[in-house]
């Protein structure tokens, strides 16, 4: 039982850190927020990501890469021009590790406005940090598991953000419905959007890329959206546009 809570915990947790400061503020900033709590926000991005610890800034610039070029040949990471996932992962990480290691300028209309805290963002994506990370999670599994089969768990730990990643990049563009024709291949995978905390309504996103709330119809939930309206309520975070509903 600790062994799925501790799963859970960690599936959710760095999800939930991906779509509200990476995605959300990062890359869109939907909302702002007080310096003090944007590095609070960072630093829970990066222990609960742990060994998949995401660069916010190059996170960002291939997030509006993605907007600007959807589901065309300059897309990141469409799954139109790829034979498989694998192969959308392998040249997305290409790609993410040239604006990481700042060996590629973007381009101006994708610079700036994303928090950069430069001894996380470096420690977070040392080959170190990983392990290390990785070793606590087998010390972890080693103390609390009580069947082997537990132990077949431990790759998504180590991998948590790419797999993320690659549901909602393959998925989002393949599989489910549209509301709207914004012009490319976004979909909405409803209802397994609920495991993935309202980042599978990419074409709700899509046509509305600076709206907090993913959902767009009676019965979609964007389960992230009330607790953003609630750290709005309490002035934890201010929300960029009126709340509707």
Excluded at 186 to 204: A, I, T, V, W
Excluded at 207 to 216: H, I, L, T
Excluded at 218 to 237: G, Q
Aim: charged share 20%.
């Amino acid at each position: 039982m600790i062994i799925l809570i501790f799963f859970l915990a960690h599936w959710f947790l760095s999800l939930f850190f991906q779509t509200f400061f990476l995605h959300r503020y990062a890359s869109h900033k939907m909302f702002s927020t007080h310096k003090i709590n944007e590095r609070i926000f960072h630093m829970l991005t990066f222990i609960c990501q742990g060994s998949s610890y995401l660069n916010p800034r190059a996170y960002a610039i291939m997030h509006r890469e993605h907007h600007a070029y959807s589901d065309t040949e300059k897309d990141p990471h469409s799954p139109y021009f790829f034979r498989d996932v694998f192969q959308m992962m392998w040249r997305t990480a290409q790609s993410y590790k040239l604006y990481e290691k700042r060996l590629k300028e973007p381009d101006a209309q994708f610079k700036g406005n994303y928090p950069e805290w430069r001894l996380i963002d470096y420690w977070g994506s040392t080959y170190l940090s990983r392990i290390l990370f990785g070793i606590g999670y087998v010390v972890f599994y080693i103390v609390f598991a009580t069947h082997w089969w537990m132990f077949l768990l431990l790759p998504v730990h180590f991998m948590m953000g790419p797999i993320h990643g690659a549901i909602v990049n393959w998925c989002g563009h393949k599989y489910g419905y549209a509301n709207f024709d914004n012009g490319d291949k976004s979909k909405n995978s409803n209802p397994l959007d609920f495991l993935m905390l309202g980042e599978l309504f990419q074409n709700n996103h899509h046509k509305r890329p600076n709206s907090a709330n993913f959902a767009a119809k009676w019965f979609e939930i964007d389960p992230v959206y009330p607790v953003m309206k609630f750290m709005h309520w309490v002035r934890i975070i201010k929300l960029r546009k009126p709340i509707a509903g």
